[in-house]
């Protein structure tokens, strides 16, 4: 697609459900990066993936958070066991090569609540 | 640690000009880079400083200042369209983990 593609757009899950969020990069960018924003607030970095190399997971809250990207294109975040804190709208991004930490293209979101 | 500070809230008149402001605590970084969102929208890429000084694209401008650990984004000839938030960010030295600011909500006022 001509841009970065989430799914779902919203999601509205109960307390102690798993849920799953999906992120399609921009086609050719091999950085891939997920952020939490709560409501007004700024991004708040989750983890990235940069071609082969192991992700950076420094920005998982807690262990309930895992994300994996396979074949180099399509991400997943699952969150296991919600809770209410994990409302917020999750962001995903991607870089093409050679501007990594300069540039990145954002999805929409998948605006998750939790009830 | 490593953090950004911008001012919460702008107000500015439209056809004004506008400085946003961003001052950051990092061990080290790759460059400063500035991120608009409008409400319910996702963040978009304005600019983006690796050196001291100022770059300019279009009604936008960015400066760089790394020895006084500052930054900021100018916005000439405002428009009612320019308000948003604005998010300043930094790339971290060492890997290709970048960092965000809590944003800056710029109100246009005819």
């Known amino acids: 697609g001509a841009g970065v593609s989430q799914s779902p757009s919203n999601k509205v899950t109960e307390k102690g459900k798993d849920v799953e969020l999906r992120c399609d990069p921009i086609?050719?960018?091999?950085?891939l990066y997920w952020y939490r924003q709560s409501l007004g607030q700024g991004l708040e970095f989750l983890i990235y993936?940069?071609?082969?190399?192991?992700?950076?997971k420094s920005g998982l809250p807690s262990d309930r958070f895992s994300a994996e990207r396979t074949g180099g294109s399509v991400s997943t975040l699952t969150i296991q066991r919600t809770q209410q804190e994990d409302s917020a709208v999750y962001l995903c991004a991607s870089s093409p090569p050679g501007t990594v930490n300069t540039e990145a293209f954002f999805g929409q979101g998948t605006r998750l609540t939790v009830v | 640690g490593q953090s950004l500070e911008q001012p919460s809230e702008v107000t500015a008149v439209e056809g004004a000009i506008v400085q946003i402001n961003c001052t950051y605590q990092?061990?080290?970084?790759?460059?400063l880079s500035w991120y608009q969102q409008h409400d319910g929208g996702a963040p978009t890429f304005l600019s983006y400083?690796?050196?001291?000084g100022l770059e300019e694209t279009g009604r936008f401008s960015s400066f760089l200042s790394r020895s006084d650990s500052y930054g900021y984004l100018l916005l000439q000839e405002l428009q009612m369209k320019d308000s948003a938030s604005y998010f300043c960010?930094?790339?971290?030295?060492?890997?290709?983990?970048?960092?965000f600011g809590a944003g800056t909500r710029l109100f246009v006022k005819a």
């Open positions: 400083n690796a050196l001291d």
């Open positions: 993936f940069q071609g082969n190399s192991a992700p950076d």
């Open positions: 960010a930094v790339g971290l030295s060492g890997g290709f983990k970048t960092i």
């Open positions: 086609s050719g960018h091999t950085a």
């Open positions: 990092t061990s080290g970084f790759y460059g």
